[in-house]
Nanobody, 115 residues
């Protein structure tokens, strides 16, 4: 299993930007998939974005073009750059990793988009 620690959440105004970070407890070079999910109050958890060890990325449709996922293998960290944030982006954002078919989750970080 991989320990994951998220950071970078907070309060931002609509149209603003935030960058979330997810630091892993081990080298992410060989971690098959890393990504971000989010869960808003009263809603189901949904995929935000994923990046594979080969660099392939997947985005949920409503976030494509506004969010960018990237991984820095040297820092064992995955980032989620979020731009043009909307109030409906308010949620707890959680990092996950899939390593040897075993999923691991971080504790989550709150993102609130409000004026």
């Amino acid at each position: 299993q991989v320990q994951l620690v998220e950071s970078g959440g907070g309060l931002v105004q609509p149209g603003g930007s935030l960058r979330l970070s997810c630091a892993a407890s081990r080298s992410i070079f060989s971690i098959n998939v890393m990504g971000w999910y989010r869960q808003a109050p009263g809603k189901q958890r949904e995929l935000v974005a994923e990046v594979t060890s080969g660099g392939r990325t997947i985005y949920e449709d409503s976030m494509r073009g506004r969010f960018t996922i990237s991984r820095d293998n040297a820092k064992n960290t995955v980032y989620l750059q979020m731009s043009n944030l909307l109030p409906e982006d308010t949620a707890v954002y959680s990092c996950y990793a899939l390593f040897n078919a075993v999923p691991s989750w971080g504790q989550g970080t709150q993102v609130t988009v409000s004026s």
